[in-house]
């Protein structure tokens, strides 16, 4: 294939994420109030302080991080799973009435809450890929029927854990991680070694990238669209158990509302394409990240409170934005560098034509 020349714009795009995050930081740090650091007398901003960082990173991973990754795996095979808030409400609920009526202890609990996600997940699945009812209709609908089991199931009251949820979500591992990035990093590791070191990772992004032609090659192409769900329900579950451990065990009606946004986001931020077959987990923990900086930045600044969403808001439309523009581009290369099947028959003719 002819080597492409170096092309600026398509840098840029190909790199945005990384721009924008880097834009984001050096922005909301000299704009944030400063500190003084120890007896030194040095103002730094609050915003570049160690602990501010890793409370961005442990925001990502509860807010963002964990259920775009499930996300991330939806979106390679050019799916949408719209369920995955009210995914974390159900889990959670089930898990924290056990708790509260059968004495569960963490983990028990927790196992639950994973079961009740993948179960979630599966359900999706079947829809999707046994019904063959689109994926968008689909989760739309389970969106609505999950919050409303979780809202019968808890007559719209909201629930309080026992303390020792709440003594989870404040572990701190070998005394300095706390345990939503753990939780977070085993995720990441585990979706990363899946998708680059084993078949159905492949498959997945064969999947994405043209179905009919995976198909044709002999991939089950029906197993691996009902494994990215299942695995989306799964980081839901696991999601909505680190997110109420997080909140002091405490979980209402609004828990987990328009979280599927956020990992949406999170995903397409990261560079995966809602076309389908591109995009890795490392991007979404970028884009996770970046989206809860913005939020945390804002609330440094002052911002008022009312005007935040609507951050939110503009960076969903970015990174839907950037998606467009890389897949355009993307389109645009193919039509250069690939020579349609009439145009070589007919410059085969002219040849023979003129022997």
Known sequence: MQKQPFNVFR?????????????VFIIFGLSSPRTAIGDTGIDFPRFWLPENILNIIKQAAVFAGIIGVGMTFV??????????????????????LLMRSSGLEIVPALFV??????????????CIVRLKIIPFMTTLATLVVGRGLGTALTSSQQIDFPERMNAFGQTMV??????????????????????????FGRQVYAVGNDIDVAKKAGINTDRNLAMVYIISGFCAGLAGFVLASQ???????????????????????GGTSLFGGVGNVFGTVIGAMLIQMVGIGLQF?????????????FIIFLA????????????KLKRRF?????????EARAADAGD
């Open 113 to 126: 809450s994973l079961l009740v996600g993948t179960l979630y997940g599966a359900f999706n699945a079947f």
């Open 247 to 269: 909140l002091g065990g405490r979980v209402d009606r609004s828990f987990g509302e328009t979280r599927e946004f956020d990992a949406i986001a999170a995903a397409v931020l």
């Open 174 to 199: 070998l005394g300095v991680i706390p345990m939503p990035i753990v939780m977070f990093v085993l995720v990441v590791l585990a979706a990363w070694f899946i998708l680059t070191q084993t078949q």
């Open 301 to 313: 600044n002052l911002v008022n409170l009312y005007l935040q969403p609507m951050a939110r808001a």
């Open 11 to 23: 840098f840029f795009l190909n790199n945005s994420t990384i721009f924008l995050f880097i834009a």
């Open 338 to 346: 690939i020579r349609p099947v009439h145009s070589a028959s007919s």
């Open 320 to 331: 839907i934005f950037f998606d467009s523009l890389r897949e355009a581009n993307y389109k």
């Open 75 to 96: 979106l390679l095979t050019a799916g949408i799973d719209l369920s995955v808030g009210s995914n974390m409400y159900l889990s959670v609920v089930c898990a924290g």
